[in-house]
């Protein structure tokens, strides 16, 4: 298991000094692909991923939705005075 952890924060951290999302499948890529239990580590490791990159998106989302809407209260307020 701790192999395992190395290589995918090795993969975590080329992928954040590359700009873009891990790929766990690179950082396992030396495994055996058919083993159904392997498998299923590969794809439990891919959803804690995406629940990650969820998670961290989620706020700033939010925050731009926000802001966006923010934006359209002055719009109202000069429609009813040309209205």
């Keep these: ?14 992928s954040r000094d590359a700009g873009e ?3 766990e499948e690179r950082a396992l890529e030396d495994r055996p692909d ?3 239990e392997w498998r299923s580590l590969v ?9 990650a990159v969820t998670n961290a998106f989620s706020g700033p989302f939010f ?3 926000a802001l966006s809407l923010c934006a359209l209260v002055p719009l109202a ?3 009813r005075r040309v209205a």
């Design 43 to 51: 794809s439990a490791l891919q959803d804690q991923l995406d629940r």
């Design 21 to 23: 999302l891990p790929d």
């Design 1 to 14: 298991k701790l192999g395992v952890a190395q290589d995918v924060l090795a993969e975590v951290d080329r």
């Design 77 to 79: 307020f000069v429609r």
């Design 63 to 65: 925050l731009a939705a």
């Design 34 to 36: 058919d083993d159904d």
